[in-house]
Structure formats: C-alpha cells, structure tokens
C-alpha cells in the first residue's frame, strides 16, 4: 500500500507543478499517465487479494 501512497503523491505534485509553470503541459500528462497506471495497480492488487483461499 505504500506504493500506491508513493505514485498517487508522485502523480499529484507532477499535474500541480505542470499546470502552475508555464510550458510543461508535458509534466501534466506524465501524472495523468501515473496517475491511471496507480490506478490500475490498485485495482488489480485489489482482484488478487481477493482470490486468494481462506485458511
């Protein structure tokens, strides 16, 4: 869970740091990417956790 912590505050400060700087649109689409890929591994880390069998 921590690295979801790392890439959602990594994600976050990459879109606020693009939009307030003028002429680094490109640092807002890298978040936006981070941001889905954090997405992504939360939810597939979330659908195998949950397959996993009871003991």
Do not use: K, N
């Not at 879109?15 to 981070?34: F, K, R």
């Not at 659908?47 to 003991?55: D, E, T």
């Amino acid at each position: 869970m921590t690295l979801f912590y790392l890439l959602l505050t990594a994600a976050i400060v990459l879109i606020i740091i693009g939009a307030t700087v003028d002429g680094m649109l490109y640092l807002v689409s890298a978040g936006v990417l981070l941001l889905i890929a954090d997405v992504l591994y939360l939810a597939v880390r979330s659908v195998l956790h949950r397959r996993r069998p009871a003991h």
